[in-house]
């Protein structure tokens, strides 16, 4: 398993400009999740989905959508990006139930906003 | 709101020595916790969970002591290695889908 992936690793935009970020998880997760990281800082949740179809807000969802017309992937988009949103991006997934609340996490994505 | 936070931001440790880690909490309704390890450049790893009805689990060269009454939780590592280095986070899962992470701790290891 490749477990969660995401899309771009790194990305450069200009004020104003949009984007998407893709995150794929191959473990039948019914949960996942978009944070962001800002330096020397812990991770805030943005957006989170319980299942196919659902999305809901997080902590700071202030300028980014999200969706997830299919169990394996979550969207993140900025619309109009802004340099406030220089960030790093992790997507994290976990399963329902099973005992475990565990959440696991990708790579990330570093984003820059000129 | 409720929050998760840390007592020191970095820790030097001594190659070999022991490490312990510490994290204050402030809901008391939190049921569920996790240490993650984040290397530079990564996505934070799970290092190990405990559930608020046990005071302590043990995984390999890892500790978590849970004490519900003052809200604390420490992460312990045995005989820490340079691959120790890294920043690590507590959580807290208090709202069932969700968790609020704390600030980190910088853990250094000196050879």
């Known amino acids: 398993n490749a477990g969660v992936t995401q899309t771009p690793k790194f990305r450069v935009l200009k004020t104003g400009q949009s984007m998407t970020l893709l995150c794929a998880q191959d473990m039948n997760h019914e949960y996942m999740y978009w944070y962001r990281q800002d330096p020397g800082m812990g991770l805030r949740l943005i957006h989170y989905s319980v299942g196919e179809g659902t999305t809901a807000k997080g902590e700071v969802p202030d300028g980014y959508n999200v969706s997830r017309l299919k169990k394996q992937n979550f969207l993140l988009g900025l619309e109009s990006a802004a340099p406030s949103q220089t960030s790093v991006y992790f997507c994290?997934?976990?399963?329902?139930?099973?005992?475990?609340?565990?959440?696991?996490f990708g790579p990330g994505t570093r984003l820059t906003v000129l | 709101g409720e929050s998760v936070g840390l007592h020191l931001p970095t820790l030097s440790v001594q190659e070999g020595d022991n490490s312990i880690i510490n994290c204050a909490y402030s809901?008391?309704?939190?049921?569920?916790f996790i240490w993650y390890k984040q290397e530079s450049g990564k996505g934070p790893q799970f290092i190990i969970d405990?559930?608020?009805?046990?005071d302590k689990r043990q995984g390999q060269r890892v500790t978590v002591l849970l004490n519900k009454t003052v809200k604390h939780l420490s992460l312990q590592i045995a005989a820490t290695q340079p691959g120790d280095s890294a920043v690590y986070f507590c959580a807290e899962n208090t709202q069932g889908n969700k968790l609020t992470f704390g600030g980190g701790t910088r853990v250094l290891v000196k050879p």
């Open positions: 994290a997934s976990r399963t329902h139930g099973g005992g475990t609340d565990t959440q696991y």
């Open positions: 405990i559930r608020s009805n046990m």
């Open positions: 809901n008391s309704a939190s049921d569920y």
